[in-house]
Nanobody
Framework: QVQLVESGGGSLQTGGSLRLSCAAS????????MGWFRQAPGKERDFVSA??????TTYYADSVKGRFTMSGDKNTVYLQMESLRPEDTAVYYC??????????????????WGQGTQVTVSS
């Protein structure tokens, strides 16, 4: 089992910055990758970013590329968010994947999820 706890969400204006954290505990050594997803009201959960520990490769959704940066290790991952926009408003979730394989963007690939942290960007 892996437990994930996100923190760092908040409310801010367009153009601001925020750093989300995800603290992992339990069998963190078993994780193959970790990801960040977000879900706005009435919408599906969307991929934001992921990092695979084998080679430390990071992946980003086109909508956040160049503005968001994912970093960290198997115990704590971060999502540094810059130049925030109202469309970035959502609940942000941290997720951990234990099974190796191709792809990083689909929620079904991830085994463990945090409770989420709200990010609200106003214009």
């Amino acid at each position: 089992q892996v437990q994930l706890v996100e923190s760092g969400g908040g409310s801010l204006q367009t153009g601001g910055s925020l750093r989300l954290s995800c603290a992992a505990s339990g069998r963190t050594f078993s994780t193959y990758s970790m990801g960040w997803f977000r879900q706005a009201p009435g919408k599906e959960r969307d991929f934001v970013s992921a990092i695979k520990w084998n080679g430390a490769t990071t992946y980003y959704a086109d909508s956040v590329k160049g503005r968001f940066t994912m970093s960290g290790d198997k115990n704590t991952v971060y999502l540094q968010m810059e130049s925030l926009r109202p469309e970035d408003t959502a609940v942000y979730y941290c997720a951990a994947r234990t099974r190796p394989g191709i792809g990083s963007t689909q929620p079904r690939l991830y085994d463990y999820w945090g409770q989420g942290t709200q990010v609200t960007v106003s214009s």
